[in-house]
């Protein structure tokens, strides 16, 4: 069976859900599974790998585990190759880290994992433990080379910029020019100098795609209002000639705050990638798009988030301190 046909029967994998599940309480209608090309430079090195994107699974009590698990199955039913996820594994808290380690777990493809500002803020050692038990690889400013059949790719990961633990050089570092890369990084906008090094293909998260995109109001939210040039989809360009390269910015699985999410573009979301497959080659969920202005935060926000991240830090330390455990 082809891969075409692969995600065909994926869409239906989707359908059988709605009609097996209660529709008042079905979480798989709310997903969106969308399908791109890989950039025209992978076409001499890769031929027929698949990847899946996820981000921003958000794993606690705004987001139920039904939903964790449909974008479990929706990945598995794709067959990828390899599995990404940029960041946001959690909300606010450890309490949910063994659900968190289950959910990755039950994805068959190897995974492979970058921090987001979530995770830093309810302690990122702890979240990369989670990750590494259920079988993820957390990469931390650096690479790693992953061989599947006859085909080589590095996988780089960036940790999360929003928080200031993000280093460019150090995840370059080392980097094989004759091999493709693909990078992650919590943030889209990292992409920006990741493309100078090399790296032509970045998966983000983070903005959830505004959540709420009718009338686009995501792009007046995340955009104009909080200063990201890439808000939701594909951006840059994947042309060989091209000198720059392109960000993925996924839409997530789940929320850390309030789970409305209304509007096409905001639907929780499962993105493949066919790496070895020439843009055009088939219907995508949309092309590449003009970046918004953007806004670089002052040092003044950026010493603020640090900041955030370090009073967390010591409010669990002081609550494992008095006993109360560092949750």
């Known amino acids: 069976m082809g891969r075409s046909a692969t995600i065909e029967g994926l869409r239906k994998f ?10 008042w309480h079905d979480t798989s ?21 698949r990847v899946a ?9 705004v987001t139920p585990m039904a939903v964790q698990y449909d974008a479990v199955s929706m990945t598995n039913a794709g067959e990828p190759d390899l599995v990404v996820i940029t960041g946001d594994f959690v909300c606010h808290s450890q309490v949910y880290l063994d659900d968190l380690t289950d959910v990755i777990s039950r994805i068959d493809a190897p995974v492979f994992a970058s921090l987001g500002n979530h995770d830093h803020w309810a302690g990122a050692e702890p979240v990369r433990k989670a990750l590494k038990k259920g079988g993820a690889e957390v990469l931390d400013n650096g690479h790693t080379l992953v061989e599947i059949g006859h085909q080589r790719i590095q996988v780089l990961g960036l940790d999360d910029a929003y928080t200031g633990h993000a ?3 150090k995840a370059l570092k ?3 020019s004759d091999l493709p890369v693909i990078g992650l990084s919590h943030i889209g906008e990292e992409a920006d100098a990741l ?10 998260g983070h903005t959830h795609a505004g ?6 109001l995501h792009e007046l939210s995340v955009g104009k209002l909080a200063g990201h040039k890439y808000v939701h989809g594909l951006y840059g360009s994947r042309g060989a000639e091209d000198p720059r390269g392109a960000v993925y ?3 997530g699985v789940g929320a850390a705050i309030v789970p409305l999410r209304v509007g096409e573009r905001a639907k929780r979301e499962v993105a493949f990638f066919e790496l070895g497959e020439q843009p055009g080659a088939f219907d995508e969920h949309h092309g590449e798009q003009a970046a918004h202005p953007g806004r670089k935060p002052s040092a003044k926000k950026k010493l603020k988030r640090a900041q955030a991240v370090r009073r967390k830090q010591e409010k669990r330390e002081r609550r494992s301190g008095n006993g109360n455990g560092a949750r």
């Open 174 to 176: 080392g980097l094989r």
């Open 29 to 49: 209608r709310r997903f969106r599974i969308r399908r791109f090309a890989g950039p025209e430079c992978f076409l001499e090195h890769l031929e027929g790998l």
């Open 195 to 204: 493309w100078e090094g090399g790296v032509p293909l970045v998966f983000s």
């Open 167 to 169: 280093d460019q050089q």
């Open 53 to 61: 994107h996820l981000t921003d699974l958000h794993v606690g009590r």
């Open 211 to 216: 959540q709420i995109t009718v009338a686009r």
């Open 249 to 251: 910015v996924g839409a």
């Open 14 to 23: 989707r359908k059988k859900l709605l009609r097996e599940r209660d529709p």
